[in-house]
Nanobody, 117 residues
Framework: VQLQASGGGLVQAGGSLRLSCLVSRSILSVFRATNWGWYRQAPGKQRELVARIGGGGITVYADSVKGRFTISTDNVKRTVYLQMNSMKPEDTAIYYC?????????WGQGTLVTVSS
């Protein structure tokens, strides 16, 4: 399995971005059964879980993004999405996807999100 995150960029506060994470070389049944998470790591801080989605579609969000971010999956495309709205400067970080809770796969480079004030 390879994880390829994309969709990051520079956005003004209040703006939106949609991140994608292609989970390549994944068998459909495994992808569907996996709990996927979006994580982020800001400069000088530890990596943190932002949102996760279970095989049954149940979603859980960090308090800091609740009501602003939405995680979803497309099983056919083997892709995990993170829609980010009403973004804040404190959302600035490198964003990664991986399974939850173990982060079993190689993390990859992630995608950089920068929110200007």
């Amino acid at each position: 399995v390879q994880l390829q995150a994309s969709g990051g960029g520079l956005v003004q506060a209040g703006g939106s971005l949609r991140l994608s994470c292609l989970v390549s070389r994944s068998i459909l049944s495994v992808f569907r059964a996996t709990n996927w998470g979006w994580y982020r790591q800001a400069p000088g801080k530890q990596r943190e879980l932002v949102a996760r989605i279970g095989g049954g579609g149940i979603t859980v969000y960090a308090d800091s993004v609740k009501g602003r971010f939405t995680i979803s999956t497309d099983n056919v495309k083997r892709t995990v999405y993170l829609q980010m709205n009403s973004m804040k400067p404190e959302d600035t970080a490198i964003y990664y996807c991986n399974d939850y809770p173990l982060g079993s796969y190689r993390w990859g480079q992630g995608t950089l999100v920068t929110v200007s004030s």
